[in-house]
């Protein structure tokens, strides 16, 4: 499968606590970005990385976010000490050099209880 | 404070119509409008896409309509089908960080 890969699915998570998701993008890909869907909402920008640089993290929802994408390949999201506003979608597009069409994965249905 | 305003918020259009959703957008900064559709449980899928250099774009039975003056852009899906029932949002791209959407619009077909 070469399309955008999150892992988990689905993750139900207790507040206060952590979750990670993970977003495998498309090969060779050098763009990843990270969204947010809430119910009968478009997707809301959060962050994205070219390479290994995050250029931009001031979209981020909160400091209990943040993105890593440590060798410019697959990325990961955190949610510190989750609340329940947190509960959403998250989405992770991808896109190649100089070139502005992004595909996204399935998503990560995250239920913060 | 929303970038790109998107109607209807749903729409019934029957079997083999014409299906019209728009969006207008503030920021002359945009140059990239993609539409994407999303199925229940799903991520969205590019469907089309123009640049404001372009007035017209068709692709198969999706035809996008852009009108730079304005500032709106619209998606026509001709001869509808039950298939075609999803979630369509337009998108924005300002040259950097992410795509900006609209709320999005639910699409019924009925047979």
């Known amino acids: 499968d070469t399309g955008v890969s999150q892992n988990p699915r689905h993750k139900i998570t207790k507040r206060g606590q952590n979750v990670t998701f993970r977003c495998d993008p498309i090969?060779?890909?050098?763009?990843l970005y990270w969204y947010r869907q809430t119910l009968g909402q478009g997707p809301e920008f959060l962050t994205y990385f070219q390479n290994e640089a995050q250029l931009e993290k001031s979209r981020l929802l909160s400091d209990r976010f943040s993105a890593e994408r440590p060798k410019g390949s697959f990325s990961t999201l955190e949610i510190q000490r989750t609340e329940q506003g947190d509960s959403a979608m998250y989405l992770c597009a991808s896109s190649g050099q100089g070139n502005t069409e992004a595909f996204f994965g399935q998503g990560t249905r995250l239920t913060v209880v | 404070q929303q970038q790109v305003k998107q109607s209807p918020q749903s729409l019934i259009v029957q079997k083999g119509g014409i299906s019209i959703i728009n969006c207008a957008y503030e920021?002359?900064?945009?140059?990239?409008f993609p539409w994407y559709q999303q199925f229940p449980g799903k991520g969205p899928a590019l469907l089309i896409a123009i640049r404001p250099d372009v007035s017209e774009k068709k692709e198969g039975r999706f035809t996008i309509s852009f009108n730079k003056s304005a500032k709106q852009f619209s998606l026509h899906i001709m001869d509808s089908q039950p298939g075609d029932s999803a979630t369509y949002f337009c998108?924005?791209?300002?040259?950097?960080?992410?795509?900006?959407f609209g709320k999005g619009t639910h699409l019924i077909i009925q047979p």
């Open positions: 090969s060779e890909h050098n763009r």
């Open positions: 998108a924005a791209y300002p040259g950097a960080d992410g795509l900006t």
């Open positions: 920021n002359t900064a945009f140059d990239y």
